[in-house]
């Protein structure tokens, strides 16, 4: 699985349209340039402020995805390890199984004991215990230390405008 990471050249305009659309992922334009202009000193057009959401969502600086209200659906949290022992044969269809499901919001590997985990999505609980049994009937052999968690109460669910202040071309902290 290959990454690219996004080459951008931040202006200051891009970071604060950055935090004003994770304000409000919404607004239009139009409405952008005003506030632009009124909160932060910056006289451009909206079809300059267009051009520039463009260009940063071209070279991949951010982006777009539909997320469903949080209230429903149950959140899982699943993590596992590959079986060494089918690992050759086995790991890229159960990877691409997860990874193309439905119900995956998120994919990621994390270090440490190299977990495989994702945020998975499903309508009830039973659903998500229906889909872990069918995934254990066709790829179990494949995985070892299956974990599930039910994540309750979601308390964020979004990035904080402040997040897009370490993108700031003033300073050398960037993401």
Partial sequence: ???DTPAYDFKDRDVVI?????????VSSRDL????EADYGIDVSYVTVNESIRNMRDAG???EAIMPNEEYFVFELFEF???PEYFADEWRDTMEHIRDDEHTLLYFLSDGEYQWKSIMLFPTRERG????????KNHGKTVLN???????????????????DNLDPETDRKL
């Fill in 1 to 3: 699985m290959e990454r």
């Fill in 33 to 36: 340039a005003e506030i632009l």
């Fill in 129 to 136: 215990e229906r889909w872990l049994h069918e995934f254990y």
């Fill in 18 to 26: 950055l935090r004003e659309l994770a304000k409000d992922p919404g």
């Fill in 81 to 83: 390890k590959f079986n």
């Fill in 146 to 164: 299956v974990r599930t968690s039910v994540m309750t109460n979601v308390l964020e669910f979004g990035a904080s405008p402040e997040l897009f």
């Fill in 61 to 63: 600086v951010f982006r």
